[in-house]
T-cell receptor, first 112, second 115 residues
Framework: DGGITQSPKYLFRKEGQNVTLSCEQN?????MYWYRQDPGQGLRLIYY???????QKGDIAEGYSVSREKKESFPLTVTSAQKNPTAFYLC???????????FGSGTRLTVV | AQSVTQLDSQVPVFEEAPVELRCNYS??????LFWYVQYPNQGLQLLLK????STLVKGINGFEAEFNKSQTSFHLRKPSVHISDTAEYFC?????????????WGLGTSLAVNP
């Protein structure tokens, strides 16, 4: 079955370290998205990519970076510049004729 | 500015009772509307969507929603809830801005179904 795979499900990071969250999709979707979810704040857009080798900042891009070298993959790096990285991170994708998003199961990042 | 408002942050309800989760949006352009459900520590799953046509939309798990253009609302309903419906529910609006299509999210409604 097609879908989106996020890994790992849980991730612990020491302060000052960069960490990369994986997002892979086999839906042949063009657009991919990264969201951050905190309690009571809904979903906030970090970065998105409409096509390979192109991506745009979302509403809260500071302290994060992404790449889109392959259609299937859209990894997110949480850098040491992100002041409050502990959160639940969700990756999503959307096909060109599909107005809804398909989500991965999320990665919970905790800074220790 | 466009926005989505979910009028209730928490909705407690007893099992087998009906429930309505309210969603209003502000936009002057044509929109597409969605409801998603999120179970604890999981991603979001599409419940239903309105793109065009009939304003009453039926989704998975017995949920339905009605698009009301004049009131700019898209309320989610279920006639009889189960314990397993306990989850977070998100309303979202998709609108075209220039060459991009943007999805705007509500803050979510936590539905707690009690026995």
């Amino acid at each position: 079955d097609g879908g989106i795979t996020q890994s790992p499900k849980y991730l612990f990071r020491k302060e000052g370290q960069n960490v990369t969250l994986s997002c892979e999709q086999n839906l042949n979707h063009d657009a991919m998205y990264w969201y951050r979810q905190d309690p009571g704040q809904g979903l906030r857009l970090i970065y998105y990519s409409q096509i390979v080798n192109d991506f745009q900042k979302g509403d809260i891009a500071e302290g994060y970076s992404v790449s889109r070298e392959k259609k299937e993959s859209f990894p997110l790096t949480v850098t040491s510049a992100q002041k409050n990285p502990t959160a639940f991170y969700l990756c999503a994708s959307r096909g060109s004729s599909n107005y809804g998003y398909t989500f991965g199961s999320g990665t919970r990042l905790t800074v220790v | 500015a466009q926005s989505v408002t979910q009028l209730d942050s928490q909705v407690p309800v007893f099992e087998e009772a009906p429930v309505e989760l309210r969603c209003n949006y502000s936009s002057s352009v044509s929109v597409y509307l969605f409801w998603y459900v999120q179970y604890p520590n999981q991603g979001l799953q599409l419940l239903l969507k309105y793109l065009s046509g009939s304003t009453l939309v039926k989704g998975i798990n017995g949920f339905e929603a009605e698009f009301n253009k004049s009131q700019t609302s898209f309320h989610l309903r279920k006639p009889s809830v189960h314990i397993s419906d306990t989850a977070e529910y998100f309303c979202a609006v998709s609108l075209q801005t220039g060459n991009n299509r943007k999805l705007i999210w509500g803050l979510g409604t936590s539905l707690a179904v009690n026995p």
